[in-house]
Nanobody
């Protein structure tokens, strides 16, 4: 399986920005569909955004125009740029990889949006 390590979470005020990073191990990163999920307290984990090996992206309506997913295959890294953050974006954010060696999850990184 691919090993995933997220970073970049933290506390930010409403309207602020954060960039999450997810570094992946292995030489087949470019073949994986990469995704960011989030889970708020008492809620189910939900897909936030995903990007294919051909860099086709998809994101949920609640983050359209505010969040951008991207990938750098040379660095085995996927990013989530989050702008105009809202308190309802508060959650643990998880990186996900789906590809030739199955599905992997990172350990999660906390994002808290509060004044």
């Amino acid at each position: 399986q691919v090993q995933l390590v997220e970073s970049g979470g933290g506390l930010v005020q409403p309207g602020g920005s954060l960039r999450l990073s997810c570094a992946a191990s292995g030489s087949m990163f470019r073949l994986y569909v990469m995704g960011w999920y989030r889970q708020a307290p008492g809620k189910q984990r939900e897909l936030v955004a995903a990007i294919t090996s051909g860099e086709i992206t998809n994101d949920v309506d609640s983050v359209k125009g505010r969040f951008t997913i991207s990938r750098d295959n040379a660095k085995n890294t996927v990013y989530l740029q989050m702008n105009s953050l809202k308190p309802e974006d508060t959650a643990v954010y998880y990186c996900n990889a789906a590809g030739p060696r199955g599905v992997s999850w990172g350990q999660g990184t906390q994002v808290t949006v509060s004044s």
